[in-house]
């Protein structure tokens, strides 16, 4: 039986209209009464509009964006490019930004399915939410590993860690650290460090790698921890797992007078490309990337019931400035 809002509000032992402004995310609506409600949520899966768009045989038109912040370059590029291609298909998109928030991102999800979207396209850096695996709606993830029915877009990280590893080497490198995220799941991501470890271990030298989980930072502590790790450690060649994560490093020598050794960063956004000078990077090719996550929402909104695969992973290159 499919659940209806007066069930989430029974289960909630609240009004329909409290249910209402939690799921469109009014404020001031206490975090005790949201709790109680998205709880009934999960444990009913409730997704009214999804389900009243299917009976009514109407499209919404929109789509929705999670990304963890459109603050990074990366993202910020990669949802302007998502915007453009979507809105030349009449399309129109939600942006959630769950700021690596696990409780954000869970807030988000069920609003962006009570309020009528087509599909999601997701970069979450949260993972292990169990709610993915329940959303009754077409997702498509990028880079990121969040369910067996959810599937994944990526560009060749794989080949992303043997260049930037090859880069190095070339500088004379003979030790190097690998700058990472935590993350023991199945992504994409962690086939960065993997294709890496592998160059290095062609070439006869030494790494080490190092794990700073975004989530569990912020960005002062961040630095703080990369500078007591540049200052007690004695590299000459660095991997950083993005861009914004390479520039801090560089501030972190300058400021600090450490002895500058070569680094290279990952994502090589138009930005970074065109407005820094001195950064080596390892290019995501966003355009593709954009077309691949849209193609592929589409066909798992015309075929809501099929598997899908991975696709491939798309190619990305080293840029030198």
Do not use: C
Request: glycine share 6%; aromatic share 8%; no cysteine.
């Amino acid at each position: 039986m499919v659940a209806k809002l007066q069930d989430v509000a029974k289960a909630a032992g609240v009004t329909i209209t409290t249910v209402s402004r939690v799921l469109n995310d009014f404020p001031h609506v206490s975090k005790k009464t949201h709790d109680k409600v998205y709880a009934a949520i999960r444990a009913l899966n409730y997704h009214p509009n999804a389900l009243a768009r299917s009976l009514q045989g109407k499209s919404s038109k929109f789509i929705g964006l999670i990304f963890p912040t459109i603050a990074n370059p990366f993202f910020s590029e990669l949802a302007n490019e998502l915007e453009v291609k979507l809105s030349a298909k009449g399309y129109k998109i939600i942006i959630a930004s769950s700021a690596n928030n696990v409780e954000a991102e869970r807030r988000y999800l069920g609003m962006l399915a009570a309020n009528m979207v087509e599909g999601i396209i997701t970069g979450s850096h949260n993972l292990g939410i169990e709610e993915y695996k329940d959303v009754n709606m077409p997702i498509v993830s990028f880079d990121r590993f969040l369910s067996e029915e959810i599937p994944i877009v990526s560009s060749n990280n794989y080949q992303g860690g043997t260049l930037a590893v090859d880069y190095l080497v070339k500088q004379g490198a003979k030790k190097i650290a690998i700058i990472t995220d935590e993350d023991d799941s199945d992504s994409p991501t962690s086939w960065r460090a993997v294709g890496a470890e592998k160059a290095i271990k062609q070439a006869g030298i030494q790494s080490q790698q190092f794990a700073f989980p975004d989530s569990q930072f912020t960005e002062s502590e961040k630095a703080e921890e990369l500078r007591s790790l540049l200052a007690s450690q004695k590299f000459d060649g660095i991997f950083a797992n993005n861009d914004t994560t390479a520039l801090l490093i560089k501030k972190i020598i300058k400021e600090n007078n450490f002895n500058e050794v070569p680094i290279i960063g990952y994502d090589g956004t138009d930005f970074i490309r065109h407005y820094l000078t001195d950064v080596a990077t390892i290019v995501q090719p966003i355009p593709e990337i954009a077309d691949a996550l849209i193609g592929l929402l589409f066909r798992r909104i015309e075929k809501p019931d099929e598997h899908f695969e991975n696709p491939e992973p798309l190619a990305v290159q080293l840029f030198v400035n």
